[in-house]
């Protein structure tokens, strides 16, 4: 059973160039979140997903970012117009019901690093 | 001031030590998160837990749910656990985390 799955691990990206970061989560879960974790930061929720429809994106950036989470295939973080500022981690996490307040374990994937140059 | 704070923020110790990482929280939470980050970024869930103590390997864990304050011990320390520890609280609709800064463990042979 796979964990967390996000590519690409590492995006090179010239300013104003898009950015796709994919997640596809563990199998039988539904519910994807996207964190960003700056550089000597922490981690920083942005997004929180269910299939074909934001639940809570009040982490996101108001311009340039955008998610989804299709019915068929992965979540999908888009960054359009990079710029420095955005060289980061970004994360994944899954889980398979809401949050964590009932106890749910939430999966982490491995992580795409952006960088923007 | 943050709703999660970790400390120390950075710990060196000898291998074989025992080592403890703090955690207080200041919201009102139901459960609590450890995870590790190692270098290279990958994290990794510890522990979920909302009571008392868990114990996962030579991981220890405990909470206390009155006082706010959650512990991560590790006994026998090894340098492959140099990564970096974080503390995550949920926030109360569930979907998001307060996270800690984390703390920067190096286990020197």
């Known amino acids: 059973n796979a964990g967390v799955m996000q590519n690409p691990r590492h995006l090179v990206r010239r300013r104003g160039q898009e950015a796709r970061l994919r997640c596809s989560p563990m199998k039988g879960h539904s519910h994807v979140y996207w964190y960003r974790q700056l550089p000597e930061e922490g981690l920083k929720f942005m997004v929180y997903l269910q299939k074909e429809n934001i639940i809570d994106e009040s982490g996101m950036p108001k311009e340039r970012f955008s998610a989804e989470f299709p019915k068929e295939g992965p979540s999908i973080l888009r960054i359009q117009q990079v710029v420095r500022g955005d060289s980061a981690a970004y994360f994944c996490a899954s889980s398979p019901r809401q949050g964590s307040i009932s106890g749910n374990t939430i999966y982490f994937g491995e992580g795409s690093w952006l960088t923007v140059v | 001031k943050n709703e999660v704070e970790q400390s120390p923020q950075n710990l060196t110790a000898q291998e074989g030590e025992f080592i403890t990482i703090n955690c207080s929280y200041s919201?009102?939470?139901?459960?609590l998160h450890w995870l590790q980050q190692h270098p290279g970024g990958g994290i990794v869930s510890l522990f979920m837990?909302?009571?008392g103590k868990k114990k996962h390997g030579r991981l220890i864990a405990t909470i206390n749910i009155q006082e706010k304050h959650s512990s991560l011990h590790i006994t026998a320390s090894h340098p492959r656990d140099s990564a970096v520890y974080i503390c995550?609280?949920?926030?109360?609709?569930?979907?998001?985390?307060?996270f800690g800064t984390g703390t920067s463990l190096t286990v020197i042979p």
């Open positions: 919201v009102g939470i139901s459960a």
């Open positions: 995550a609280a949920p926030r109360d609709t569930g979907n998001q985390f307060y």
């Open positions: 837990l909302s009571s």
